[in-house]
């Protein structure tokens, strides 16, 4: 399964690990990842795909505003990861 926009991740490697982010670009064979307050979406962190966990979930509206190039804010970032991080402690 490849990294969709928009999608729930863990870093399962690095000093961040186990910490959860959403998926905001791609750079070669990495792909750009934001939390809204460490990692803001102007200075993402480049993750190699195996050092992170895909989750099945997609925040809709940010992956909608990322494919239309419209800026997406910390904030926004911040909630989607909050309403994603609720919905897949329910998947679990």
Same mark, same amino acid.
């Given at each position: ?8 991740? /863990? ?52 992956? /909608? ?28």
């Amino acid at each position: 399964m490849d990294a969709q926009l928009g999608q729930l991740v /863990t870093s399962r490697a690095g000093r961040d690990s186990g910490q959860q982010f959403l998926v905001v670009g791609y750079s070669g064979q990495r792909v750009l990842v934001a939390d809204g307050k460490l990692r803001s979406v102007r200075r993402p962190k480049e993750k190699n795909v195996r050092h992170i966990c895909l989750h099945e979930v997609v925040a809709e509206d940010i992956r /909608t505003k990322l494919a239309a190039s419209i800026s997406v804010s910390d904030a926004d970032i911040r909630a989607a990861l909050d309403r994603l991080q609720q919905r897949d402690e329910e998947v679990d």
